[in-house]
């Protein structure tokens, strides 16, 4: 792969994203500013992820939050496909939901794809998937929802519900616009082909559950775009409104280019991980510096490849002065990579502790969480 391509495609985000030419190629829209102070009056302030843009496109956001000053009942969805461990990267949107939610008093439609993963990878069995949802599960619930207003379901236990919007959905997708999406081919499983209307489902399963109207919003990371682009032609025709979204980046692992990736452990900082063994893994990733101290004081460190910055920058930093402060010093050669590292090691020790509290936690709560079929 040349540098500077890219695929991103549900199943695999390969290369060096450009998202400035996903937002063309995908034909979402950026998040502009009118539309972030719209967000941060309802919420009462802007998220970081909003401020530094690791969300960064939409569509028909700004619809979304004039449906729910009208009364429409705005609700949420999002989702996990359980195919491992939970790690950072997964957290990113779902710690943006929850932000939604409390600023909207939202309901929102959780979806766990033990189906999906189960059709896209050769070497998973239901039973190793049905662990990982239980396992994954605990991480979702940790993040906060309001078990009130948040509903949970696994698509192989919820499918009652599930299935008959899947076939009313299916019914109007051919085999060519799927291919078109999704870049399937004849060699595709026949599973995975249908799969996108069970991913459909929930973006119009509250007007089925209550019989009322309902505009949805979709916080994903940009990946999961074909899903609604498909969804969004098939709604009208089925006397729904089309679902918004609202996208992010991905978070880079903690090596020199890519994702954060499971299947690069020694690159993710997992949701399990001891606090002390994520520190570890931060004070081994990469960053911009210079190969010696010498060579990083004369010609300064590069922030802009620096998996450290990113982190402090896109989640971790709150401080716009401090991460401004950060970056002009890492340029000029005036900080040196270690300092970087241990503070970013020790924000995360502290995030690795709250969570694995939060998660013990989450035992007690998940059949309040969960539809059961
Ligand atoms: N396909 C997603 C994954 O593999 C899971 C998912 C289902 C999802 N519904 C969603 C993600 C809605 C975001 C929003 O992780």
Redesign the pocket.
Known sequence: MEKGESTVT??EVKGEVDYDALIKQFGVEPLDDVLLERLKKQAGFLHILLRRRMFFAHRELGDWISSYDKGVNAAL?????P?GNTHLG?LI?WIFTKYLQDAFGSELYF???DD??FYVNPDLTLEEIAGYTKDNLLDIIAVGFDPKKTKIFCDMEYTKELYGIAARVAKHVTFSTAKAAFGFTDSSNIGIIFFPAI?AA?CFLPQRLTGKDAHIL????ID?EP?WRVTRDVAPKLGFRKPAGVYSKFIPGLGSGGKMSASLPETAIFLSDSPEAGAKKIKNAFTGGQPTIKEQKEKGGNPDVCVIYSYLYSLFDEDDKNVMETYNQCKSGGIMCGTCKNRLAEMIKIFLTEHQKKRADAKAMVNEFMLKG
């Open positions: 549900p199943w969805y999002t989702g996990r496909g195919s997964h949107p979806q766990i794809t999906e993963k991913q929930p979709i916080p994903c990371a999961q899903y």
